[in-house]
């Protein structure tokens, strides 16, 4: 590969249609720092997070009025069935009814605009590095009360952080709903709080508790990693620190009252009354009581500028930059920069435009499906997909967005994404793709534009062999060069 066309497709997120290719391939790199934009047009329209967890709300409020209704109503049903009743609801088909609503509209408009923002961007190679960050602290739309709110979450606590500091993004993260319902942060309640003592006195059959998902997936994934010298104490204190922490608004019965978060719905909120009191102490260090939300704050600050946070973010960006089995002499220039600038993100990226292990001729990586996908739409010069369209098409190659199946993300690696049956589901779409343009797309021209001075003599001599310009443009889709980046 030459060097314009590793910028173009390892850093960046394909060579577009048109698109002159870069004269100097890190200079052009490093000044799409300025060009980036965090709220680009195609996200400008897309519902607020308010707005979405309204409509949560309004449907967890439904559910518990159901719920009461058929506890209340099933004796006397039992022993005088009214036929005149108004047939009540099944909360299942409630909840497939919400989803629905959520996962088609909020949901798919979310996957469009962020396809429309990769597609459009003057900054591909920022746009790459949200798409990274956001896989990192991954939540998953699976997840009924999450699905309407995985794209807020990129958006509003990614996207602004991508260029600044790893502790602002960090809090901003696990402060956001999408990552506190996922992880259910939102109902973790000390169990000598003020409301942990009140439910148990009043109810004390309820399992109503501390939960440590948050604390021990931050611990394990978003900074240290694991096995990095914390132990199941740790995870229980920060569980213990982390009380409190939850989305305002999503209820409005006893619980909430008492939790004290009536606030504007979809907010983050500290509720007083959840949090465990006492003095934390994790990985050796206290954290006082009186901080209140800054105990958490506090511990997500350190953890932010720990020397086990610096290697494992930099093993993470090597192994996406520079090959599945990063250089250890890449991360380790990553993890200094980490500690000397305490984090500082455009530092970490300025280390790998200058890192000769990042420019090697030779192929690093396998395209993902969602990369694949995007730089196929990005050769065939589209601007604008169907939201449906995008969704679809990744969904079949194995890849569906923000549904990664656990915390830990998607994998990063060729062997997760390289087997056959993949490999055959990409020759499918890209003749699709193909058959789209009507034969009006010349491959041979088109392959030289999005891989200059790198076209292999054999997928050029494939190409010129083509029965069809579409054919020739299929073999183009699926050519090594454009499976590797």
Same mark, same amino acid.
């Not at 960050?133 to 979450?153: E, M, P, R």
């Given at each position: 590969?030459?060097?314009?066309?590793?910028?173009?497709?390892?850093?960046?997120?394909?060579?577009?249609?048109?698109?002159?290719?870069?004269?100097?391939?890190?200079?052009?790199?490093?000044?799409?720092?300025?060009?980036?934009?965090?709220?680009?047009?195609?996200?400008?329209?897309?519902?607020?997070?308010?707005?979405?967890?309204?409509?949560?709300?309004?449907?967890?409020?439904?559910?518990?009025?159901?719920?009461?209704?058929?506890?209340?109503?099933?004796?006397?049903?039992?022993?005088?069935?009214?036929?005149?009743?108004?047939?009540?609801?099944?909360?299942?088909?409630?909840?497939?009814?919400?989803?629905?609503?959520?996962?088609?509209?909020?949901?798919?408009?979310?996957?469009?605009?962020?396809?429309?923002?990769?597609?459009?961007?003057?900054?591909?190679?920022?746009?790459?590095?949200?798409?990274?960050?956001?896989?990192?602290?991954?939540?998953?739309?699976?997840?009924?009360?999450?699905?309407?709110?995985?794209?807020?979450?990129?958006?509003?606590?990614?996207?602004?952080?991508?260029?600044?500091?790893?502790?602002?993004?960090?809090?901003?993260?696990?402060?956001?709903? $999408?990552?506190? /319902?996922?992880?259910?942060?939102?109902?973790?309640?000390?169990?000598?709080? &003020? =409301?942990? #003592? %009140?439910? +148990?006195?009043?109810?004390?059959?309820?399992?109503?508790?501390?939960?440590?998902?948050?604390?021990?997936?931050?611990?394990?994934?978003?900074?240290?990693?694991?096995?990095?010298?914390?132990?199941?104490?740790?995870?229980?204190?920060?569980?213990?620190?982390?009380?409190?922490?939850?989305?305002?608004?999503?209820?409005?019965?006893?619980?909430?009252?008492?939790?004290?978060?009536?606030?504007?719905?979809?907010?983050?909120?500290?509720?007083?009354?959840?949090?465990?009191?006492?003095?934390?102490?994790?990985?050796?260090?206290?954290?006082?009581?009186?901080?209140?939300?800054?105990?958490? $704050?506090?511990? /997500?600050?350190?953890?932010?500028?720990?020397?086990?946070?610096?290697?494992? &973010? =930099?093993? #993470? %960006?090597? +192994?996406?930059?520079?090959?599945?089995?990063?250089?250890?002499?890449?991360?380790?220039?990553?993890?200094?920069?980490?500690?000397?600038?305490?984090?500082?993100?455009?530092?970490?990226?300025?280390?790998?435009?200058?890192?000769?292990?990042?420019?090697?001729?030779?192929?690093?990586?396998?395209?993902?499906?969602?990369?694949?996908?995007?730089?196929?739409?990005?050769?065939?010069?589209?601007?604008?997909?169907?939201?449906?369209?995008?969704?679809?098409?990744?969904?079949?190659?194995?890849?569906?967005?923000?549904?990664?199946?656990?915390?830990?993300?998607?994998?990063?690696?060729?062997?997760?994404?390289?087997?056959?049956?993949?490999?055959?589901?990409?020759?499918?779409?890209?003749?699709?793709?193909?058959?789209?343009? +009507?034969?009006?797309?010349?491959?041979?021209?088109?392959?030289?534009?999005?891989?200059?001075?790198?076209?292999?003599?054999?997928?050029?001599?494939?190409?010129?062999?083509?029965?069809?310009?579409?054919?020739?443009?299929?073999?183009?889709?699926?050519?090594?060069?454009?499976?590797?980046?």
């Amino acid at each position: 590969m030459s060097d314009v066309s590793i910028a173009l497709n390892r850093f960046g997120l394909g060579g577009r249609a048109g698109d002159a290719p870069p004269q100097a391939p890190k200079r052009w790199l490093l000044d799409q720092f300025g060009a980036f934009e965090a709220r680009p047009v195609a996200l400008a329209q897309l519902p607020s997070t308010a707005a979405i967890a309204a409509d949560l709300a309004h449907y967890l409020t439904d559910v518990r009025m159901q719920r009461r209704e058929m506890r209340r109503a099933a004796p006397e049903t039992m022993a005088d069935p009214d036929p005149d009743a108004a047939p009540m609801r099944d909360p299942a088909q409630q909840a497939r009814a919400f989803a629905r609503r959520q996962g088609r509209e909020v949901y798919s408009a979310a996957v469009g605009a962020r396809a429309a923002a990769a597609l459009d961007t003057p900054a591909p190679f920022v746009e790459r590095l949200v798409h990274f960050w956001a896989n990192h602290f991954a939540v998953s739309a699976d997840k009924l009360t999450v699905t309407g709110l995985v794209g807020a979450f990129e958006f509003d606590a990614i996207r602004p952080h991508v260029l600044g500091r790893f502790a602002d993004m960090l809090q901003a993260v696990e402060r956001h709903p $999408a990552m506190l /319902l996922y992880l259910d942060q939102a109902q973790s309640v000390g169990p000598d709080s &003020v =409301a942990g #003592k %009140l439910v +148990r006195r009043r109810r004390p059959d309820r399992a109503l508790g501390l939960n440590e998902n948050l604390a021990r997936e931050i611990l394990e994934l978003h900074t240290l990693g694991v096995r990095t010298g914390y132990d199941q104490n740790d995870v229980t204190e920060f569980a213990r620190a982390l009380t409190g922490w939850t989305v305002a608004g999503l209820g409005n019965g006893p619980g909430a009252r008492l939790a004290g978060v009536g606030d504007a719905p979809g907010s983050f909120v500290f509720a007083e009354r959840l949090h465990e009191p006492g003095t934390r102490t994790i990985l050796g260090r206290a954290y006082a009581q009186e901080a209140g939300e800054g105990q958490a $704050a506090a511990v /997500l600050d350190s953890l932010a500028l720990h020397p086990a946070t610096a290697r494992h &973010v =930099a093993t #993470k %960006l090597a +192994r996406h930059f520079a090959g599945d089995e990063p250089p250890a002499s890449l991360v380790a220039k990553l993890e200094a920069a980490f500690l000397r600038t305490g984090g500082d993100l455009p530092s970490l990226y300025r280390v790998l435009v200058e890192a000769p292990e990042c420019w090697v001729a030779a192929p690093v990586k396998f395209r993902t499906p969602w990369e694949w996908s995007l730089a196929a739409f990005r050769a065939l010069g589209t601007r604008e997909v169907p939201t449906q369209g995008v969704t679809n098409l990744v969904n079949q190659l194995g890849q569906p967005i923000w549904r990664p199946g656990s915390p830990a993300g998607y994998d990063d690696i060729a062997a997760s994404w390289a087997g056959p049956d993949a490999l055959m589901r990409r020759v499918e779409a890209a003749e699709r793709m193909a058959q789209r343009t +009507r034969n009006l797309v010349d491959a041979r021209a088109r392959a030289a534009e999005l891989f200059p001075d790198a076209l292999s003599e054999g997928t050029a001599q494939a190409i010129a062999r083509a029965e069809s310009p579409g054919q020739g443009l299929a073999l183009l889709l699926v050519a090594p060069e454009f499976l590797r980046r």
